[in-house]
């Protein structure tokens, strides 16, 4: 089932939690709602369940407006993030719960409602503690039963707040592969919430960024990687570095005019000295030890961010440095630099903290302010 979301607004007292959403997700897809806690992600996967109503706006399913469908009539199932079980019922007894609650008209008989229980268990793959209450599984278990049983009233629709957050960080990277592996098999049209990144990046076909109450950018887990629509988008999806400067006819510069680094902008040739911002990736940087002295031959080595190298964290295949600006380029969290090489690169360098280096970007994005 397709679903279309039509202008949708939502304001809780003073505060904005959607303002004129639109948004269309097609027949079968697997999309997630990501941005960062009050971006309103939440507020719309409710008012799509019939949770929440809109203040303005339409949802559409599959071309027929469901604006007014009570929760039950829009056939939706919701996996919330703390599971919802009920604990006084085995994991058998929770999954059929909602074929129970079925009208006696379209309700299953018993030895159907049997067989459907143990085929969706065998589907989450936990058959074997059909007998058992919740308290006696572990997180990602509970989880899976959850999904299991959202999954027993056959929605057209499933919706899955936050539904790996309280799990720690290996159960959830098993959860969001098998999830993705059991959406390929069964092809629900599916929108989960998360605001985790790389969580939304592995598992989804498109990615929905939301912030302040609108959507920023929609796209494929390449997409919106590779080219960010705005700064948020960009500062959100994983490590960036930020750097000031100004714009002039297609070109940026970064510091002062003989040392500083030029960055071609041709998107903003119509630029006038702007002010201007480009956001940079840790792995972007080239790191070069800054040199000991110009000379005729060796000026144009200077040319670069100069920064001082204040923190090395080595972890596997990857080393990670903390530099320190010495002029002031950088912004944010105490106008750290991060800069990533591999630990072999790191070692052939024989960098030690204390030292000032010299870092060009290889690649970034500019926009003006």
């Not at 503690?129 to 009233?153: E, N």
């Not at 003989?258 to 940087?285: C, I, M, N, T, W």
């Amino acid at each position: 089932m397709s679903i279309a979301i039509r202008q949708v607004s939502k304001d809780f007292g003073t505060f904005k939690a959607l303002r004129n959403v639109d948004l269309d997700i097609g027949s079968g897809e697997l999309v997630a709602l990501l941005g960062p806690s009050g971006c309103g992600k939440t507020t719309l996967l409710r008012i799509i369940a019939g949770l929440e109503t809109a203040d303005r706006g339409n949802i559409l399913f599959s071309g027929e407006d469901a604006t007014d469908f009570n929760v039950r009539e829009r056939n939706v199932g919701f996996v919330f993030q703390h599971y919802a079980l009920f604990r006084h019922m085995t994991v058998f007894d929770n999954v059929a719960f909602g074929l129970r609650m079925k009208p006696r008209a379209t309700r299953p008989s018993d030895a159907v409602i049997k067989e459907k229980v143990h085929a969706l268990l065998g589907l989450v793959q936990l058959d074997w503690l059909s007998d058992r209450y919740p308290a006696q599984l572990s997180g990602g278990q509970r989880q899976r039963i959850a999904l299991a049983r959202a999954l027993a009233v056959e929605p057209k629709v499933l919706l899955l707040d936050e539904p790996f957050g309280a799990l720690d960080a290996k159960v959830r990277k098993e959860l969001r592969r098998w999830l993705r592996r059991l959406h390929d098999d069964l092809h629900v049209t599916s929108i989960f919430v998360t605001h985790d990144q790389e969580e939304a990046l592995e598992v989804a076909d498109r990615v929905v960024l939301m912030n302040s109450g609108k959507v920023e950018q929609v796209g494929s887990p390449q997409e919106v990687w590779d080219h960010p629509a705005s700064p948020f988008v960009y500062g959100f999806l994983g490590d960036v570095n930020l750097f000031h400067g100004r714009a002039h006819e297609g070109e940026m510069l970064i510091g002062e005019s003989h040392s500083g680094v030029r960055l071609a902008s041709p998107e903003h040739s119509a630029a006038q000295d702007a002010k201007a911002f480009a956001y940079v990736r840790p792995h972007d940087l080239d790191v070069q030890r800054y040199p000991a002295a110009d000379t005729a031959g060796g000026a144009a080595r200077s040319t670069g961010i100069a920064a001082k190298l204040v923190r090395t964290i080595v972890v596997g295949p990857i080393a990670r440095l903390e530099l320190l600006p010495l002029d002031g380029v950088a912004a944010g969290s105490d106008d750290i630099i991060e800069a990533q090489m591999t630990a072999q690169q790191f070692q052939e360098m024989g960098l030690k903290e204390g030292e000032t280096l010299l870092l060009t970007p290889r690649k970034a994005r500019v926009f003006v302010a």
